[in-house]
């Protein structure tokens, strides 16, 4: 499994700003794909995700900033990031959940717990 991260940068708070997730190497029917926030020596924050039949999930500090999306054309899943804050500051991972629980209530908590492969990470730096 591959999953190679875009579009990190520095910004303004209250810029946007767009990550892409390119995917490969990967052949489940069902999937959980997302992003998640770490910056070195903290815990691992999740972000947003999405599932192979389109649910949703965002973390309550971002949501109604972000939209996370797929392009299954293009084996990509992209983190549409507006009104940015100087606290989202941090290094972003696209990860991806390849078993996860269909039976069991699901949010970010079990998307994070639960990711078997994440790429290299982007960094994103809000300025005040």
């Known amino acids: 499994v591959q999953l190679q991260a875009y579009g990190g940068g520095l910004v303004q708070a209250g810029d946007s700003l767009t990550l892409s997730c390119v995917g490969s190497?990967?052949?489940?029917?069902?999937?959980?794909i997302g992003w998640f926030r770490q910056a070195p020596g903290k815990e691992r924050e999740g972000v947003s995700a999405i599932s192979s039949n389109d649910n949703t999930y965002y973390s309550d500090s971002v949501k109604g900033r972000f939209t996370i999306s797929r392009d299954n054309a293009k084996n990509t899943v992209n983190l549409q990031m507006h009104n940015l804050k100087p606290e989202d500051t941090d290094i972003y991972y696209c990860a991806i959940d390849l078993n996860p629980d269909r039976f069991r209530p699901y949010g970010l908590g079990e998307f994070v717990y639960g990711v078997d492969w994440w790429g290299r990470g982007t960094q994103v730096t809000v300025s005040s």
């Open positions: 190497g990967f052949n489940r029917p069902y999937y959980v």
